[in-house]
Each structure stands twice: as C-alpha cells, then as structure tokens.
C-alpha cells in the first residue's frame, strides 16, 4: 500500500489511537471520524448511534476501519448500558457500511476493516476455536453476530471487508490490561476465581501489525481471530505478572465476589476463552510477542 487517505472510526481508542499513529508515521493521511463539527480537513462528521456519517468524506479512501464502540469493560452492564454497547456497533457499522456501498463504484474505498472480538465464539471452555467455529450463546455473542452482519452494505457492494476478532489487549494505557497493572504493582494482583479460565491475548504492537497486515494484504476476507498463538489461563498471567512486576500475586478473588461487584459482566471475565489465531498464522504474519511474559514487558 502507497501513501494513502484512510478514514479511521475510533481513532481516540486504545487501539484505533495506535493504529493511526503507525499509519501516520509510514507518511500515510488518517481521517478521522469525529462527532461533532470538523475542526481540520483530516476530520469526517458521524454519528454512530444516530447512523448518520458524511460520506463524502469517505470518497477516494483506500480503506475505511471502523474500531468505534461504547466499552465492553467501561462500567457494569444495566440494561440501557448493554443496548449502548449494542447500537455503538451495529449502527455504526451499518451507517459507515451504507455510505461506503452509496459512493460511486471508483471512489469506494478497496477495503472495509471492522472491529469485532472474540466475544463472538462465547464461552468454549478447554476447547480451542478458530474462525471455522460457531457463534457461542449469550449477550456478547449476540452483539458480535449482529455487529459483523451490518457490514453486509460493503461486502455485496464488491468491497474486500474483513472483521478483526481481537481478543485482550495486552497495553499499558487502557483496555482491561491496563486496570490490571496498577493492581499488580500495588501487591494485590491475583488469580480471578479458580484461574482455570482461558485467555486469548494479543500484545498492542502486534494487535496494530496485525491490522496493518489485513489492509495491506489483498485477497484477505471475513474473519480473522486478532489473538496470540497460545491463550494462557489467568492463573498464569497472573504468574507472568508476578515475574514481570516483581511482586507477589497471591491474593484470589473469589467468584462469587467478582459477580457481585461486576453483574453480569462477570461471566466474560470469569468465563474462558481459547481462541487462535489460524487464519491469520496461514496468511503469513508472524507474531512479534507470541508469549504472555514478552507481550507484558512490551506493554511497559
């Protein structure tokens, strides 16, 4: 990919914020989406939760990567909180996806990246999943079907449109990886209930690669699982933690507790996921941080 204008939904997150300052850095123009009034020409007006975007803004991109939504992990999950994170998704996409489908046929962007994550495949036990598995039951499952199907406007359109599934993003400075660190450093990190529980992580760097390989890579399409090759349980992130920070990681909360300071949202953090990344190991991208300990010490 030559130096190009690509609009990018979510650019003030963890890691839409990443990926634009890596594309920014190779002399490439990011356009961001903004909800208010455009203050520069590099900024696009959209609202996801109303579906409306400004899509001549989007006319001549070479991709659109759609990252927004309302946190999964921001605060506990009401009703009215978990249609939020619903409609952030799925209208947005659906807004973004109708815009790139309405532009004419040589000013429509090549590719549609969207967001999605490994909430899609639920809870999977010891059983590992890659992205020939089923949708899993239950609210994030739901929201992740529903999420990718928006996109359907750009795909039938003719556009390559992909769906990064990213699992936990292992990063200093936000994410739920980011709650972890002050805890660990503090003395008071520890297992989360019995810490048998899988966890599919992805270091930031590789996570923003990644991204980065799935635009740049033609002929890649539909899902691919954004997660190292080994998911570890949380009892041993919560010994590499230990190791790294050099702190003790002795405390255990029990499950019970989890469910009630958490709600509902307790089941995702209590529940396991053993997801990898198969399509994206078969398209040749190679992890940097293959090992929790490593993607740990690059987060710091």
């Given at each position: 990919?030559?130096?190009?204008?690509?609009?990018?939904?979510?650019?003030?997150?963890?890691?839409?914020?990443?990926?634009?300052?890596?594309?920014?850095?190779?002399?490439?123009?990011?356009?961001?989406?903004?909800?208010?009034?455009?203050?520069?020409?590099?900024?696009?007006?959209?609202?996801?939760?109303?579906?409306?975007?400004?899509?001549?803004?989007?006319?001549?991109?070479?991709?659109?990567?759609?990252?927004?939504?309302?946190?999964?992990?921001?605060?506990?999950?009401?009703?009215?909180?978990?249609?939020?994170?619903?409609?952030?998704?799925?209208?947005?996409?659906?807004?973004?996806?109708?815009?790139?489908?309405?532009?004419?046929?040589?000013?429509?962007?090549?590719?549609?990246?969207?967001?999605?994550?490994?909430?899609?495949?639920?809870?999977?036990?010891?059983?590992?999943?890659?992205?020939?598995?089923?949708?899993?039951?239950?609210?994030?499952?739901?929201?992740?079907?529903?999420?990718?199907?928006?996109?359907?406007?750009a795909?039938?359109?003719?556009?390559?449109?992909?769906?990064?599934?990213?699992?936990?993003?292992?990063?200093?400075?936000?994410?739920?990886?980011?709650?972890?660190?002050?805890?660990?450093?503090?003395?008071?990190?520890?297992?989360?209930?019995?810490?048998?529980?899988?966890?599919?992580y992805?270091?930031?760097?590789?996570?923003?690669?990644?991204?980065?390989?799935?635009?740049?890579?033609?002929?890649?399409s539909?899902?691919?699982?954004?997660?190292?090759?080994?998911?570890?349980?949380n009892?041993?992130?919560?010994?590499?933690?230990?190791?790294?920070?050099?702190r003790?990681?002795?405390?255990?909360?029990?499950?019970?507790?989890?469910?009630?300071?958490?709600?509902?949202?307790?089941?995702?953090?209590?529940?396991?996921?053993?997801?990898?990344?198969?399509?994206?190991?078969?398209?040749?991208?190679?992890?940097?941080?293959?090992?929790v300990?490593?993607?740990?010490?690059?987060?710091?």
């Amino acid at each position: 990919m030559e130096h190009a204008r690509i609009a990018v939904a979510g650019a003030s997150g963890l890691i839409g914020g990443a990926l634009a300052r890596s594309l920014t850095a190779e002399g490439h123009t990011v356009l961001r989406l903004v909800r208010r009034a455009p203050r520069s020409a590099d900024e696009i007006r959209w609202d996801p939760e109303r579906g409306t975007v400004d899509a001549a803004g989007l006319a001549g991109c070479y991709a659109v990567v759609n990252l927004a939504g309302a946190g999964v992990g921001d605060r506990r999950w009401t009703d009215a909180y978990k249609e939020r994170i619903r409609a952030s998704r799925v209208r947005g996409t659906t807004a973004l996806a109708e815009a790139v489908a309405g532009l004419p046929e040589d000013a429509r962007p090549r590719v549609f990246l969207n967001g999605s994550a490994i909430g899609y495949y639920g809870e999977t036990g010891d059983r590992a999943v890659d992205e020939s598995a089923p949708p899993g039951e239950g609210f994030l499952p739901e929201v992740c079907v529903a999420w990718e199907a928006a996109a359907a406007p750009a795909r039938e359109a003719g556009v390559r449109t992909v769906f990064a599934r990213t699992g936990l993003v292992v990063a200093g400075g936000g994410g739920a990886w980011g709650r972890l660190f002050p805890l660990f450093r503090a003395g008071l990190g520890g297992r989360l209930g019995d810490g048998r529980q899988y966890w599919s992580y992805i270091a930031l760097h590789d996570e923003v690669a990644a991204l980065r390989h799935l635009l740049d890579t033609d002929g890649l399409s539909g899902p691919f699982n954004l997660t190292a090759p080994e998911p570890v349980t949380n009892r041993e992130v919560t010994e590499a933690m230990g190791r790294v920070l050099h702190r003790p990681a002795v405390f255990a909360v029990p499950a019970p507790v989890l469910r009630t300071v958490l709600g509902e949202m307790a089941g995702d953090v209590l529940g396991s996921a053993r997801v990898v990344p198969a399509r994206l190991l078969e398209s040749g991208f190679r992890f940097a941080f293959p090992q929790v300990e490593g993607a740990i010490r690059a987060a710091l």
